[in-house]
Structure formats: C-alpha cells, structure tokens
C-alpha cells in the first residue's frame, strides 16, 4: 500500500510540474477566453478548442514563488524517483537481498525518508503559491474591474500528490521498523531437556 501511494503521489507530482494549470483567469471582457498560468508557459484557450501556450520569458524575471517552485518541483520529482527505487528491493515480495534482512530494513528506510521529503517538496510550493493567489485576490488596492487569478487544477493535484507522496514514505519506513530478522530454531538436540524427557546423547554414546 505505501508503494502504491508513493508511485501514485510521484506520478501526480511530475504532472503537476509540468501542465499550465497552477492558476486560472477569466476575463469578464472576453469570456470566450481563458488565460491558465504554469511554472513553464502561459496558455490561452478559446472557446472554439484552440490553446496557444507561450513560454516565460526569463527565469530571473519570474517571481520569487514561481522560481522557488520550479526548482522544489524537480526536486520533489528527483527525490520521489529516488525513493521509490531505493524501496522496491525492500519489499517483502522483491526477491533482491532475501538473504540480507538488515539491508532490506535500511533499504525501506532511505526510500521512505527520500518520499517523505519529496512530499515536503512538493506541498511546499503548491501552498506558497496557492497562499499568494489569495493574497492578490483579496487584494483592496487592486480595483474590482482587473481580472484576479484563481486556483487552478494543478494546484488541488499537487496538494493531493504531496499527501500520497508523504503518506507511502511513511507506510514504507513504519513497515521497515516493523520488520524483524528471525532468528532460525535451535536443533532438538540443543534445546533445554522437557521434563520426563532425557537430553540427547553425545556422539560417544550414539549407536551406529
């Protein structure tokens, strides 16, 4: 369950890096049109089904928010591959180190702490700018007549990709502490005599 969590909140956190859908704006002027905002481009879909999408123009010219979340993003994305590879040979069906249960564990648990963080990774940018999306639409200066943005779908997605994200990395490091090497039964002859039992006798006294 945690790895299909974390491979759930990986994917949803790739697609929330890379579709222009953290904000939504639509023109009371022009309602045939609809501007969307991504950490990319800007796109502009029309009612006819058409979409053109222009890059930014520079990186530095972004604001603080957008630039912080491009690079938490590919962190989050790099940080959740990075996890779910580490996990997968600790699982208990993976085959892989069978034999090296103290490697397994550890295995788990630098897979789960590298999604926790990559859950961390991605809500944080999400809600920074979901965060100043409601500052400047409630903002009283701005006259009521200039279009606002809006939340748009990335944004609930990438809330929802931190979340799985975070949740399989800890299911996987829970799992990891959970897990115990066994150690293998002692033989009949060295086991603690029963009563009414005699202990097993050594080799001196075994009859070929």
Not at 15 to 30: A, E, H, I, M
Not at 49 to 56: D, K
Not at 190 to 206: E, M, S, T, V, Y
Request: net charge neutral; hydrophobic share 50%; aromatic share 8%.
């Amino acid at each position: 369950g945690g790895m299909l969590l974390a491979l759930l909140g990986w994917v949803s956190s790739c697609v929330t890096t890379f579709v222009p859908l953290w904000k939504n704006l639509n023109l009371d002027l022009n309602e045939l049109e609809v501007w969307t905002m991504g950490l990319w481009q800007v796109c502009i879909a029309r009612e006819e089904g058409a979409v053109e999408c222009r890059a930014h123009g520079s990186f530095l010219a972004l604001p603080a928010e957008l630039r912080a979340s491009r690079l938490l993003m590919c962190l989050s994305n790099g940080l959740g591959l990075l996890g779910c590879l580490l996990a997968a040979p600790g699982l208990e069906g993976w085959r892989a180190c069978e034999d090296k249960p103290g490697l397994k564990r550890r295995l788990l648990l630098a897979g789960g702490a590298a999604l926790g963080a990559a859950g961390m990774a991605t809500l944080a940018p999400v809600s920074w700018v979901a965060y100043n999306t409601v500052l400047d639409f409630w903002d009283d200066t701005v006259p009521d007549i200039v279009p606002r943005w809006e939340f748009g779908e990335a944004t609930f997605l990438g809330w929802f990709a931190g979340a799985f994200l975070a949740a399989g990395g800890l299911l996987l490091a829970c799992s990891a502490r959970s897990t115990r090497t066994t150690t293998p039964a002692a033989p009949a002859c060295h086991r603690p005599p029963a009563a009414g039992h005699h202990p097993c006798p050594r080799n001196a006294d075994l009859v070929i």
